[in-house]
């Protein structure tokens, strides 16, 4: 949406059904354990939000930034509530993962993250604040 796209096509959403056992992906990854220990339990879904929460999102999406939502899983929960695109019915199309493919969350070096912020803050944006409002970071005393 930040980049102006007025059409996203949705595959992989299944909101943590527990009917299937499986997960979109391997959520085993050291990195992504890393980010949310959670992941490490055999459950293999996340807890974060529900079905409603996630439905509300994209109808808000939807109706506010005047795009369109698909899904592009014709047999998927998602597809029970986001309409499919008409290609989708046409057309029939099989991923091949390269060997190599990345299959874990990649995370920047701490050195990447420490001039990010750099750049990013001016000297009036000295503390860094979380979701909560609590003060995570003294920007100055990290960066100077």
Known sequence: IIFGYENIF???????????????????KNNL????????LNHNRGDFHSKDVDLKAL???????????YSVSPNSILSRYIK???CVNKNRFKIIKKHDYINDI?????????????????????????????????????IN
Do not use: R, W
Not at 13 to 26: E, G, H, L, T
Not at 33 to 40: E, T, Y
Not at 59 to 69: C, E, G, H, R, T
């Open 84 to 86: 499919l695109p008409d």
């Open 10 to 28: 949705l595959t992989g959403v299944d909101f943590y059904d527990k009917s299937k056992n499986y997960y979109a992906f391997n959520s085993k």
């Open 33 to 40: 354990i890393k980010l949310n220990p959670s992941f490490s």
């Open 106 to 142: 990649c995370i920047p070096a701490d050195s990447a993250v420490y001039d990010y912020y750099k750049k990013v803050f001016s000297k009036s944006d000295k503390i860094l604040y979380d979701t909560n409002n609590n003060k995570l970071h003294n920007i100055e005393q990290k």
């Open 59 to 69: 109808d808000f999406l939807m109706k506010n930034y005047s795009i369109n939502i």
